[in-house]
């Protein structure tokens, strides 16, 4: 009952995440720009930190690598299908495409943070550090994404208020998603093995296929360096909450 209840508030922090967006109307487009610049290299640098050394050391105690790496392929193919197709694509630096407008972007957004429930669910059922550690990289991975969606809700012709409002409406799907995921791992012993390398390929595809690419479009030495550091940082801070987990 306890690891249910850690995830349901996990959930919840995670859903209020979607609320940041007020904030970036109080700042100065190029201080904006900055922050979400060395946000980005951190979030790539968690991302691929969380999925090697966090989500599949994890699923290789439970399965045999065979099944492990089949399911990483799976969910890498997976996001890739998902942001081609359906344009459920991730916001960066404020800028998004506005492909079915703005509602398609909410519906997307909440399919997303459902899955991110989904992971939430399963990650407490194994232990609640195991559960702490996800979240945090959900969290960081999120920041960026909601200032950018609730962008295009403004962009789309949303008042704040309203942009606002949606925006958390769509992220309360992660607790649905959280309270689906840890009813399913509870019930079904390998579905954390299915679900736990998927999330890894999910993860792997944001950070090399979404991220990465638009750090690799600065062009300025001090800013390069610094994503860098952003990213390598971020790896550090997953390897070091994994060492203390240990």
């Known amino acids: 009952m306890m690891n249910f209840l ?35 290299g951190f979030s790539a640098g968690a ?11 994890e699923a290789l105690e439970k399965s045999s690598a065979n099944t492990v790496f089949i399911y990483l392929i799976l969910g890498f193919i997976a996001f890739f299908i998902l942001e081609r197709y359906f344009h459920w694509r991730h916001c960066h630096e404020g800028v998004c495409d506005i492909h079915a407008f ?28 195991f ?5 945090l990289v959900i969290i960081l991975h999120e920041i960026p994404q909601e200032i950018g969606d609730f962008g295009v809700l403004i962009y789309g012709g949303f008042s704040r208020f309203k942009a606002l409002f949606y925006n958390f409406i769509s992220a309360l799907t992660c607790i649905l998603g959280t309270i689906i995921g840890y009813q399913l791992s509870e019930k079904m012993e390998n579905f954390s093995v299915f679900l736990l390398p998927l999330t890894a390929g999910g993860f792997i595809y944001i950070a090399a296929c979404d991220l990465i690419p638009e750090l690799h479009k600065q062009t300025d030495l001090k800013r390069t360096t610094l994503s860098m550091l952003a990213f390598l940082f971020g790896i550090s801070f997953i390897l070091l909450a994994r060492l203390l987990h240990n």
């Open 47 to 57: 991302l691929l930190g969380a999925a090697f050394l966090h989500l599949l050391p």
């Open 6 to 40: 850690w995830a349901i508030s996990a959930s919840i922090a995670v859903s209020l995440v979607s609320l940041i967006g007020i904030f970036s109307l109080l700042l100065k487009h190029k201080l904006l720009d900055k922050i979400l610049f060395l946000l980005i």
């Open 131 to 135: 559960g702490i550690i996800t979240t």
């Open 102 to 129: 703005t509602y398609l972007n909410l519906i997307g957004d909440g399919i997303h943070n459902f899955t991110d429930g989904l992971v939430i669910g399963a990650s407490f059922l194994v232990g609640i550090h």
